[in-house]
């Protein structure tokens, strides 16, 4: 089973590309943030709590992300692999991440990590922003934050999969299919 993890700061294009990733190899997409926007759209508890959060650019309590990754994955038993889209943010969450799927007999086979400057990172989110409506990418107050969570809390993770060997850095800047083409190059046929 083929399990992947794409990993970057917002903006770096892992939804796009691993929607791509998902349809070439036929794995279930998992992308935390797209589960949180669901119950957000349901207008249930846990949607409301995480909107205020996701609105000031803070992070879902892991409990309730691990929960939702860990039914995601229950409820795709058949599934070629996973791709793990804006999962693991932080050291708990990979380790969870970890056990979870060592319960299973699975782990990670690769971690793809786009590597992009500040500077195209915020014109990418600001724009995306005014495509979607949504508010908190329009806002530099919400990015700078979330590059200050991504900094502190995310980017250590890079050291994490590198010290299991599973770590594999690629230029996420250019065209959206030269940038697919370098990622598939490092995920085993």
Known sequence: MLNLLIFGPPGAGKGTQALKIAEKFKLIHISTGDLLRAE???GTELGKAAKNLMDNGILVSDDIV?????????NNPSANGFIFDG???????????????????LSITVTLSLEV?????????????KMSGRADDQD?????????VYTTETSPLKDYYKKKGVLVSINGIGEI???F???CKEIPA
Request: proline share 3%.
């Open 87 to 105: 999962f693991p943010r932080t050291l708990p969450q990979a380790e969870a991440l970890d056990n979870l799927l060592s319960n299973r007999g």
């Open 66 to 74: 691990v929960g939702m990754i860990d039914a995601k994955i229950s």
């Open 40 to 42: 957000v759209a349901a």
């Open 117 to 129: 400057d500040e500077e195209e990172l915020y014109k990418r989110i600001s724009l995306r922003g």
């Open 140 to 148: 530099k107050n919400t990015f700078l934050k979330r590059m200050q």
């Open 181 to 183: 083409n370098s990622l």
């Open 177 to 179: 299919d030269d940038i």
